[in-house]
């Protein structure tokens, strides 16, 4: 029984499935974590995001509402755009800092450095998208949202969210274990990315010249992958899907060389 | 080298190097700075051990040895920056207890998560429950545990997966007396059971208690490593010694004591043990002598007396009245380790005179009693 070895590859998939009931675990404690010692635990991460879809609802459906479009499409639509962004949000946040806050069980128990950084996205993912598909829910009883069979589909997108938000998490928790400052950066990036990306709008609704600079983000592909599963809007612009699926591959293959790279080193930065 | 199959842990020159400031240079670029930069600290270097089945091995030193950073190397928590480990055991390891505890759950949620961390059954929980010997507040939350439950917890959680081979950090030194004597009953009896164990510890007598070998670290280097109470002694006599700075005999220059002549007042001592022997080199139980030997005749050197002391300058005991030119002892009580005789004069008054010379001693033996003597004793 030697050292754990450092992940690589397609190995970093064999090795989450090998230590799948290590990252269930895992991912059981990230949740629990969260909420440990409120009383309403889980329910606050339904009432947080409710209440700022309201707030956006209420400014672009009221303050600044736009009388060609009813406000029911301008709440399906935000929600559509709000609710991923959060995830992705939370899970590159949590996932950045996954290493460095679980660096004493690290110090303590043999696991490849990358189960801590998956866990930690995988429970801000599934905890939002739990919210998301409950209020998914609860709209389609009210008739602001019409049900469709493309839901089925949702499931897939969730993967590719996740995908997406792991990746950048394997990319960016071995450079925040070596240097703090990446989390002001991810910070400030994130802030910029929200409103670079079709969160509160969507790509048609800027100017030509800039759709297509906008098109190259990836999260233009995926919140658009939302929309078109959840409303039935048009599918977003292939150079979106090329973006994404680029961008996915990308993170994980640099997150696999960085995240192998402080395998087992854990103790010379914490 | 040990036969294929009897060893448990092979650990081949392990080194450790630390950056004390991180860079994201050879986190980018793939390769690991050289030990030659500054900014480096190497807190191992070529170490080496092999730790037979059923074998106890002590891990002794000063804090800041790099006793930790070993054994979280051998536990595979940690990547030697050079160097290998082989285990071919169940690793249990018994480092940082304490940590990992998530104060807002229960003692009974941290164990169930423990033991799914650790890939244990959670029928295991009734047995953590018991050994940690908490009652009710097994359903409590941890932050209403004191210190020594959250210890006992841990405890509890890292010896119950029944390991091959223990991994244990100063865990006997924390929590009160209790708990640590726990921790060494548990520990002698799973070595009682054939378990392989690698202890880090400042209480040596523990180390000679439990440990049939044991290893020195200074400064990440090896200074030693064989049985356990010829170990412990050279590390007893280096702390103990005001000279620490001083550079330390070799191993191969400990059969020889040169004899000391102080110029002054031209004399010499020399202690001889039995015929043959080197001078200033004696034998628990055997015979031996001191011998005077100068310029200056005998008659001025009439009231001398010899303090033999520890070298840490405790003295252990005083012979009064040294005879020109030797005078015989009975057999020699002292323990094996290094002393120093320190010949001086008494006097009229019978105050002590200045030291006039010191003569350092080895007694070499295989008794393994505690303390500076020898107490022969029989049952009434």
Not at chain 1, 146 to 167: C, D, M, N, S, Y
Request: aromatic share 6%; hydrophobic share 50%.
């Amino acid at each position: 029984m030697g050292l754990i070895p450092a992940t690589r590859g397609r190995v970093l998939v064999e090795a989450a499935i090998a230590h799948r009931r290590l990252l269930i675990e895992l991912v059981r404690r990230e949740v629990r974590a969260r909420f440990a010692g409120a009383r309403f635990g889980l329910v606050w991460s339904l009432i947080n995001p409710a209440v700022q879809l309201a707030a956006y609802g209420l400014i672009f459906g009221y303050v600044y509402a736009d009388p060609s479009r009813p406000r029911g499409t301008v709440t399906a639509t935000l929600f559509c755009g709000l609710w991923p962004w959060w995830a992705f949000q939370e899970a590159a946040l949590r996932g950045t800092a996954a290493l460095v806050e679980q660096a004493s069980l690290l110090r303590r128990l043999p696991m490849p450095a990358t189960l801590p950084v998956l866990a930690a996205s995988i429970a801000s993912v599934g905890i939002q998208m739990l919210g998301f598909a409950l209020f998914l829910l609860v709209f389609a009883s009210i008739g602001v949202i019409e049900p469709r069979a493309a839901w089925l589909l949702l499931p897939v997108v969730l993967a590719l969210h996740v995908a997406l938000t792991t990746g950048l998490a394997l990319f960016l928790a071995p450079l925040y274990l070596v240097v703090r400052d990446v989390m002001h950066a991810v910070s400030l990036g994130l802030m910029v990315g929200f409103f670079l990306s079709p969160v509160l709008y969507q790509l048609s609704d800027l100017p030509p010249f800039a759709r297509g600079i906008a098109s190259l983000n990836p999260l233009a592909g995926l919140l658009g992958l939302v929309r078109s599963v959840v409303l039935g809007a048009e599918l977003p612009p292939w150079v979106s899907l090329v973006s994404l699926a680029g961008a996915i591959v990308a993170a994980w293959h640099w997150g696999e060389r960085l995240v192998s790279r402080i395998d087992g080193r854990i103790d010379e930065y914490c | 080298m040990l036969q294929q199959e009897s060893w448990a842990l092979r650990a081949d020159r392990v080194g450790k190097v630390y950056h004390v400031v991180p860079s994201l240079r050879p986190l980018l670029n793939g390769g690991p700075k050289g030990p030659d930069d500054s900014n480096c600290v190497k807190a191992l270097t070529d170490v080496s051990l092999e730790v037979a089945r059923g074998e106890a091995i002590a891990l002794i030193g000063a804090n800041g040895a790099g006793k930790s950073t070993f054994l979280r190397i051998l536990a595979g928590l940690s990547r030697p920056t050079s160097g290998s480990v082989v285990r071919r055991a169940r690793l249990g390891t018994l480092l940082e207890l304490g940590a990992g505890l998530v104060d807002e759950w229960t003692g009974e949620s941290n164990a169930r998560s423990a033991l799914a961390l650790q890939g244990a059954s959670s029928a295991r929980l009734a047995e953590v429950a018991r050994f940690a010997e908490i009652g009710r507040f097994f359903a409590e939350p941890v932050r209403t545990y004191s210190t020594g439950m959250r210890l006992r917890l841990a405890y509890a959680l890292a010896i119950g997966l029944e390991p091959e081979m223990m991994i244990a950090d100063e865990v006997v030194a924390v929590g009160d007396e209790g708990f640590q004597r726990r921790c060494a009953l548990e520990l002698q009896g799973f070595l009682g059971r054939g378990g392989t164990l690698v202890l880090a510890t400042h209480n040596l007598y523990l180390a000679e208690k439990l440990c049939q070998r044991a290893m020195w670290l200074e400064g990440g280097v090896v200074r030693a490593c064989g049985p356990t109470q010829d170990v412990t002694r050279t590390y007893r006599d280096a702390i103990r010694s005001p000279r620490r700075d001083q550079a330390r005999p070799r191993p191969e220059d400990l059969d020889r004591i040169d004899p000391v002549v102080s110029d002054a007042v031209r004399l010499s001592a020399t202690v001889r043990g039995a015929e043959g022997t080197v001078p200033n080199v004696v034998t628990t139980g055997g015979p031996w002598r001191i011998e005077l030997a100068g310029a200056a005749g005998s008659d001025s050197h009439a009231d001398l007396r010899a303090d033999i002391r520890r070298a840490d300058g405790t003295l252990v005991a005083r012979i009064d009245e040294l005879r020109w030119p030797g005078t015989e002892l009975a057999a020699c009580p002292l323990l094996p380790g290094r002393y120093v005789v320190e010949v001086g004069g008494v006097g009229s008054r019978g105050d002590d005179d200045d030291v006039l010379v010191r003569q350092e001693l080895l007694v070499r033996g295989a008794r393994r009693e505690l303390g500076n003597v020898v107490l022969e004793h029989e049952w009434a």
